[in-house]
């Protein structure tokens, strides 16, 4: 079983769903949760960062952590064709060396 | 500020050969790691770096991967003999605090032929 789990998709949504992406983790030495988009051909990007439970929001991206269940998400409101990559969380902790393990990642299309 | 720099981008090679890949992280960035990123997979930890010093290299292939980190800055990994399955994304990424993530540079992408 692997330490963190991603649905690897496609998911394909028109322009302006809301897009939900998840993952759950077995590890419970993680604290600390993040997103990265990955274009194609290029290096991931950090979306967001979160330590606690809850809900965690920037501009049309939310970020929500349940420690309980060891399930995070990603929901993306307004979705546009840009949004149109592969997402990826992460998660560290420091009693697990805050090193930094990724799930496979889910590639998201949104059609115009 | 400026980001990761990795060089160099795209590499070919045949197998048995050596290469080596070059990372320069953000300034004042203590922890440095390398990943490797198979097509369609997530970055896979190979070695993580605080300062100089290696926190965890448990999934690093030591018959034939290698890395340093000179003076905790720069770093360079190197693989020698390739195989035909090394080929891949090598991606170099750094932080500064841990609960916030790290910041990737573009990769080198490395074909073995």
């Known amino acids: 079983q692997k330490e963190v789990e991603q649905d690897p998709g496609p998911l394909s949504v028109p322009e302006g769903a809301i897009v939900s992406l998840n993952c759950t983790y077995s590890n419970s030495a993680f604290q600390y949760f993040m997103w990265y988009r990955q274009y194609s ?11 606690s439970s809850g809900n965690k929001e920037d501009g049309r991206f939310t970020a929500q952590v349940d420690k309980s269940s060891k399930y995070i998400s990603l929901f993306i ?6 949004d149109s990559a592969t997402y990826l969380c992460a998660m560290s ?10 799930g496979g990642g889910t590639r998201l299309m949104v059609k115009p | 500020e400026a980001g990761v720099a990795q060089s160099p981008r795209y590499k070919i090679i045949e197998k048995r050969q050596s290469v080596a890949f070059w990372c320069n ?11 490797q990123q198979i097509l369609g997979q997530g970055p896979k930890l190979l070695i993580q770096f605080q300062n ?7 999934q690093l292939p030591k018959d034939r991967f290698s890395a340093e980190r000179l003076k905790g800055v720069d770093s360079t990994l190197k693989i020698q003999p390739a ?5 891949a994304v090598y991606l170099c990424a750094s932080s500064r605090i841990a609960s916030r993530g790290a910041f990737f540079g573009q990769g080198t992408r490395l074909t073995v032929v």
């Open chain 1, 41 to 51: 051909r290029k290096g991931p990007e950090l979306l967001m960062y979160t330590y």
């Open chain 1, 93 to 102: 902790g420091p009693s697990a060396g805050n090193m930094l393990t990724f």
């Open chain 2, 25 to 35: 992280p953000i300034s004042g960035h203590a922890t440095l790691y390398w990943y």
């Open chain 2, 52 to 58: 100089n010093g290696v926190v965890d290299d448990s």
């Open chain 2, 83 to 87: 195989k035909l399955e090394d080929s």
């Open chain 1, 77 to 82: 409101r307004d979705s546009q064709p840009s």
